[in-house]
């Protein structure tokens, strides 16, 4: 006899410990594809188009569905953005990671990486979310508060990706020094591909950071 076809993938449970088994349908596939479409969208639309320029509507007809299928997924506009850019942190933190695997790098590496994530679309549909909630009362303790969680997580990979001790005093000056400054790169390619210079910046940033951190 005919039926539809599921998913089965095997965890574990974790009060028990004890082997689960998770049944996931192709409808439940269907909704987790059409959601990480809009949020891609999103990300692009802001990147391109600006918080103005990026509506609802205009976002589920570059994901290619239904406004109602969007408003499905995310009931506001403000709940589909604060979601997509938190898309875009985790998006972040997993491409910095898959760089380095095995954890602490070369200096001059991980610094170029950071810099790298930093003036990239994702840090520019970031930035574009930011200057919405400046003037969006709805949206700012959102953005604020996830803004603030990715900024702790930076931190923390940089931190081990360098190498670095904390405990020193100025190391954690440093270590967000170099943030900011990688930040700071991003807003400057916003206008102008500064490439060049970005890299004699990055060069003598990993200097000064084996300087600094030993």
Known sequence: MGGVS????????????SGVRAVRSPKQDRSRATRRRL????????????WAGSTVSVVAEHAGVSRGAAQ?????REDLFTAAVEYVAEERSAAL??????GAADRRAVVGALVDLYTG???????HLWVAASDEEQ?????????????RETHRIAVELLGADES????RETVQGLLDMARGLGLANLLTDDTGRR????????VLLDETLG
């Open 6 to 17: 599921t998913v089965v993938e095997t965890g574990t449970d974790a009060d028990t410990g």
């Open 39 to 50: 949020l891609e969208a999103a990300v692009a639309c802001l990147a391109t188009r600006g």
């Open 72 to 76: 499905h997924h995310f009931r506001t």
């Open 97 to 102: 990671r898959a760089l380095f695997p095995h």
């Open 121 to 127: 679309p994702l840090f520019r549909a970031a930035l």
């Open 139 to 151: 949206l700012r303790p959102r953005v604020t508060e996830l803004e603030a969680r990715v900024g």
């Open 168 to 171: 020193v005093p100025g190391v």
């Open 199 to 206: 890299d004699r910046v990055v060069a003598q940033w990993a």
